[in-house]
């Protein structure tokens, strides 16, 4: 049978465009389901404010009734005027495993944004940096997290057979919780607290946390990621969005805000109970039931995601991150965690990797950023 491409229009086709996911990973043990509700509202045209400089369309492939497959093409002109490249990008794609629905979705993608002036693509990657992004490559085997991209072997495949090739890698950890701080480490951390004043600051209140540094913490990452892949500033709305998002179910033995001695920010460290088994149980979904296995996994995680790490330039080398670090192990030990995931790290940065040497670790996971010439 031929292959329909739909172009996504109405409410209901966008349900559909957020639903197809748990169909074509149905029975797959390591596919996190996203959470329903943040899904749609981020690829909603009304309610993401990265509209305001953003344009987007999503498009269903059918074949014999059936969905078999989805893309969603963007472009976001925040990133042409900050970096140059005339290049869209692709996102949200899923198929199923036949080679014609892959060249039909990316085919009505592609002309799409060869229609809008696009010269490149890339991709996957969402409005902003903070969006999930990266195909999976390597790790496929492994449990997917919350905030990262899960996909089948077969996807990057292909990919490459339409002509895409690799524009950037990043790589991903597990990195267990040690049972001791070295008796060294707190010796250094305090002679640094004594000489500069920095110390970490003990919020109590997701209230008191926004109130306190919303702003200055995401202020922070515009500053320490700007020069970061295809990152482009947040408008003030999409500071909001995120602060309501992230922010509103913080846990105060997970996000970790040091500061100096005026209790100014000087980094940050946002980790999250990992939801993935929960999200799994319940479906991506609240209700009638399923806050239930989230609640749970909020109170008693066993492992945590770590979303962000973030330190201003001009702290870089004075021990900031040491103090997120050891106070984070002291809130795993105490809450029974025994393992973090990390988010994706560019291949090339290398002083985030070197973190994890002083830890028992593993890079489990690697994703990858394509880009095409149109």
Known sequence: MPIEIRRVETARDLRAFVKFPFSVFKGNACWVPPIFVDEYNTLSKARNPAFEFSEAEYWLAYRDGKSVGRIAALINHRYIEKWGNKYGRFGWVDFVEDFEVAQALFATAEGWLRGKGMVGVNGPMGFTDLDKEGLLIEGFDQLGTMPMIYNH?????FIERLGYRKDVDWLEYEVKVPKDIPEKVLRVQNLIS???????????????????????????????????YGTTPLSVKQVQTYVDQYLGFADPRFIKIVVDQDEKLVSFGLAFPSLSSALQKSGGRFFPFGWVHLLKALRYPVGIDLLLIAVDPKHKGAGAVAFLMTSLIESCRKAGVVSAETAGELETNYEVQSLWKSYEHRQHKRRRAYIKML
């Open 153 to 157: 072997p077969y996807y990057p495949e």
């Open 194 to 228: 004594q000489r500069t004043g920095m110390h970490v600051y003990d919020w109590k209140t997701p209230a008191e946390l926004k109130r306190k540094f919303a702003k200055p913490i995401f202020a922070l990452l515009d500053e320490a990621y700007e020069k970061l």
